[in-house]
């Protein structure tokens, strides 16, 4: 068990394949301008963050793939464009790889990876009922 409190759902990433026709609803239609755009190599993926609630709000994260071999590009592959993963954010994510991996948590990571805004792991579909969890450490709060 998490010794820790999540605070929020901190995003929810939303895999597609055409960045600017995704913006062109969730900007023209719903109203939500992204607060920035950037190239996250690393990941193989352009993320636009879409800030929901104020500074501290959540926000909605849309993937496209920039890279077909990464597992983004993979997942559109094979599903098409949706909901990739839920993000979590804790306080200390040290702390929270210790407690997952106590509890027989079926982790895709051994040790945290850099994130757009922080350190984060992800767990494994198959343990959480089918959906991919993010918990993220952020190291500044971006709105």
Aim: aromatic share 4%; net charge negative.
């Amino acid at each position: 068990m998490l010794t820790q409190a999540i605070k929020r759902i901190d995003h929810i990433a939303i895999v597609v394949r055409d960045m600017e026709a995704a913006l062109g609803f969730y900007r023209d239609v719903l109203g939500i301008h992204p607060s920035r755009v950037i190239d996250f190599p690393r990941e193989g993926v352009k993320i636009a963050f879409l800030p929901l609630g104020g500074p501290d709000g959540s926000e909605i994260e849309l993937l496209e793939p920039t890279d077909q071999t990464t597992g983004v590009a993979r997942f559109l592959a094979q599903r098409g464009g949706g909901l990739h993963h839920i993000c979590l954010e804790v306080p200390d994510i040290i702390q929270a790889l210790a407690d997952l991996r106590a509890a027989g948590a079926m982790l895709l990571d051994e040790a945290p990876r850099p994130t757009a805004d922080g350190l984060g792991i992800f767990l494994h579909p198959k343990g959480t009922h089918g959906v991919l969890l993010e918990l993220i450490q952020r190291e500044t709060r971006v709105s």
